[in-house]
Every structure is written in C-alpha cells, then in structure tokens.
C-alpha cells in the first residue's frame, strides 16, 4: 500500500523595505506565483498598492535565502522553501512638483 | 470599508456660506496612518506600554458633533487596545484627515463649473454604522496573513544631556516625538547635493530609539544617513529602485549596530539654474524649493509608514545662496513640518537658525 500526502502550502516571513511592517504568510499554495504573495501581503502589511498617481505600485520580493529580487512569475514551488524570508521593494519615486 | 472602522463615511462638500451641499460622495479614508499615531500615541503616555508597533486590533469611530449631531463627524476616535497591564489609550484625530479627500473629491466639481478654480469650499464628514465583513483573509481564500507585532528595544538614554549638547531647528509644537540629527549628517547631506548639481538626491536616515527612563520620554537619534545607489537621479525627480533599497540593508548588517530605519532625506535642488528662460522668467528668485510634494508623501507612506518616521529636505532657493533644511514627519496621520534638534552645534551658529515659522500640515 502505497500512502500519498497532499503538500498543503509552505509559510513564509514577509516584511517591509522598512522591516517595520511583518506578516507571516501561511498556506501558501506551491503553485501560486511571487506576484500573488506579494499581492495577497500587501493589505495585511496596510501598505498601499498604487502610487500617487493612481498607479500600480512595483513592489519587487527580495529573498533573503538567496540574496536575489524574485519576478513576478516565478512560482513559488520552484522558487522558495518553507520559512523563508522575503522583503518587499518598491520601485518608487519622491520630487515632482509642490500640489 | 476597514475592519477597524465599521462605518460607511460620505464627503458633503458645500460652497461657503451655503446651506445646501454641491455634492455628497462615499469616501473610503485610509486608515493605517491615524492608527499608527494613534498605536504611537499609546506607547508615548505610558512609559510602562511596552514599544511594540501593532495596529491590527485598533479600532476607530467617529465621534459625534455636538452642534449638528449624528451623524455628521467632530473628530475620529482611536481606541488601542490595552496590552498586559497597560490600559487602552483613546487618540482623536481631526477631520482635516479628510482633507484630501476633499481636494480629491472638489475637482469634478472645478471641471465642471460648480466650484471655481481656487474657491474656498467647506467639507463635513458623516457617518454611517455598518456591519463589517471577515477582513482576515485575502480575496484568495488560500491563503492566510497574519500580522505580526514588532517591538522595538529602545536602549535607555538620557534626553537631558542630549539636549545640552544640541539646538533646536524648525516649528517646536509640544505633542512631537523629540528626534536628534548630528550636525555631521545635515553636512554630508549637504555635500551630497552639492555634488549632485542640479539633481535631486538623497537617502535613508537610520539610528536608534531610546527611552529616558527617569522621565518616561521617547526619543528617536539619527546615527548615520546612507546616500543612495542605482538610484535614478533626474531634475525633479529620484527614483529609488529595488535595488537602492537592498543596498541600504546590506550597508546597514555591515555597520553591525542594530540600527533601525528612521526615515529618508532627499534634495530640491535650484531648480531655475538650469533653465535657460531663467532671465526672463517672471518667477525668478520667487519659487521656493521648501516642500514636501504628493510624491513624496506617496513614498513616506509606502515604505516609512510607522508614526516616529521622518523625513529630511533638503532645498536651494532660486538664487542658489544657501540651503534650507526642512523635518516632516507624521502628526496625528498627516504629514507635517516639525521640529528637530541638532547634535554638536555651537550655540552661537544656533541662535541665527532659530526659526518661527509655523508647522504645515500636508
């Protein structure tokens, strides 16, 4: 007889640029991509998604494993391990004009 | 709709001196800034409230006024719930919280000839209870976030001796966190911008948080700014990428001292050195680089959105002759210019920065 088990998702550590903002992120199925953990964190971190201009925000996941920013797509199967530890950062801009 | 609120809130914009509004729209506020005051708050009148920043379980209700009754809004309430033995700490913030909303909400009534382009126009905010849906889970039923509270160990210190070795800078309303910057820092700030021309620079400003125990205070000292890398630098504009912000971290575990982000700095430069209608440009030697603009109010939120956060400005007027230095940092949810105190400055060159000018809230 042959038992199977059902992989149920790993957990991660997410926090901010900052490191002022954590979440633990669990269950996070092996087939969902970085851009959807990212995505799925950033209301819980009470961190806004778009820019001033209405925009989508770029927040980038750096593992800290690793040393390296993650894309997007990448799945988290392939790309992270129970427990790691990401950090999101954004691609954002100060200056322009007073309003 | 937030979880920490359980109401449905609705902008009135009214024309002044009109009893009738021009218009009524729902508003969805964001909320995290006035609970992160309201969290800091909390730590602040309570030396024995341990430092540990945790927003989750504050929650927030509109309190009433007293003229025109419910269910238009005096003020917001934040309650932070009690913590081992320290009580709940109630924090009312204003309802020029809404403020931008408001302006938000005035435009379509500018384009559309209901307002006039800069009319004054009077806002109430109003309040309707609403039952609150599970804010647990994300949209994908998979997966689960869990805030998690992060305390900080602020070190004992006494603020009493940092105060005899430093000069106060800017507006000084009582309710501010006192913040410490070494006159070193401000100079290589300085230096930075220099050389960047007529780019904008900048940086992150770390240290460390302290609490005078013999006194109860709470106090942030700025210890180092880290100048930016693979930042794009450009006349108006500073662009901090993934990368700058991987730099700072890696150069932050190298210096070893646990230090902690605290804020960022960046420049205006003298923007008219560089334009060639400068000769003829009626608004020479007028403008002011002394600002903080919705750009940089979008990146304080998004990557400094703890309340004790600050950031440092640093502008050239027109003609170039000097550079202004301006702290903003939050005040009750808003940005505000404030005050800061600076370490290592010889009285004598102190007294002629003594400034009056009078905090502007964003």
């Known amino acids: 007889m042959i038992a199977t088990f059902e992989k149920r998702g790993i957990g991660l550590l997410v926090r901010d640029v900052s490191g002022q903002k954590k979440v633990e992120v669990r269950n996070v199925p092996v087939d969902s991509t970085i851009g959807e953990v990212v995505q799925g964190s950033l209301p819980k971190m009470g961190l806004p998604n778009t820019d001033v201009e209405g925009r989508p925000l770029n927040y980038h996941a750096r593992l800290e494993r690793e040393g390296r920013h993650l894309h997007a797509s990448e799945s988290v199967g392939d790309a992270l391990r129970d427990d790691d530890q990401l950090v999101l950062q954004p691609n954002i801009q100060a200056g322009g004009r007073s309003s | ?362």
């Open chain 2, 1 to 362: 709709m937030s979880i920490h609120a359980p109401y449905r809130f609705v902008l009135e914009i009214s024309r002044q001196n009109a009893k009738e509004p021009l218009d009524v729209t729902p508003v969805d506020p964001d909320w995290e800034p006035a609970l992160e005051w309201a969290n800091l708050e909390a730590i602040r009148r309570d030396p024995n409230r341990p430092v540990v920043f945790d927003t989750q379980n504050a929650r927030i209700e509109p309190a009433w006024s007293d003229e025109l009754g419910s269910p238009y809004v005096a003020k917001i309430r934040v309650t932070v719930p009690p913590i081992g033995t320290c009580r709940a700490a109630e924090v009312d913030i204003p309802v020029s919280y809404f403020r931008g909303l408001a302006r938000a909400a005035s435009s379509p009534l500018v384009k559309s000839g209901q307002l006039a382009d800069g009319e004054i126009f009077n806002y109430r905010i109003c309040a309707y209870p609403q039952s609150c849906g599970n804010g647990d889970r994300v949209a994908d039923g998979s997966l689960v976030v869990e805030t998690l509270p992060v305390e900080i160990a602020g070190t004992d210190r006494s603020i009493d001796e940092l105060l005899a070795g430093s000069s106060h800078s800017g507006p000084d309303p009582a309710e501010w966190l006192p913040v410490f910057i070494p006159s070193g820092v401000l100079e290589e700030a300085a230096e930075l911008m220099t050389e960047a021309g007529s780019a904008e620079t900048g940086g992150v400003l770390i240290g460390h948080f302290h609490r005078d125990s013999s006194q109860g205070v709470l106090f942030l000292v700025v210890t180092a700014q880290i100048p930016v890398q693979y930042a794009r630098q450009e006349l108006t504009r500073l662009t901090f990428t993934p990368e700058t912000w991987a730099a700072v971290d890696g150069a932050i575990s190298l210096r070893g001292r646990d230090e902690i982000y605290l804020g960022w700095w960046h420049t205006h430069p003298n923007w008219c050195a560089a334009c060639d209608k400068r000769d003829n440009c009626e608004m020479a030697g007028k403008l002011s680089a002394d600002f903080f603009s919705d750009h940089d109010v979008a990146l304080h939120r998004a990557v400094f959105p703890r309340a004790y956060s600050v950031a440092l400005v640093l502008s050239s007027d027109c003609h170039a002759n000097s550079i202004q230095r301006s702290l903003y940092g939050w005040w009750r949810g808003m940005i505000a210019s404030r005050g800061y105190h600076i370490l290592g400055i010889p009285l004598a060159i102190s007294a002629q920065m003594e400034g009056d000018a009078d905090a502007e809230i964003f």
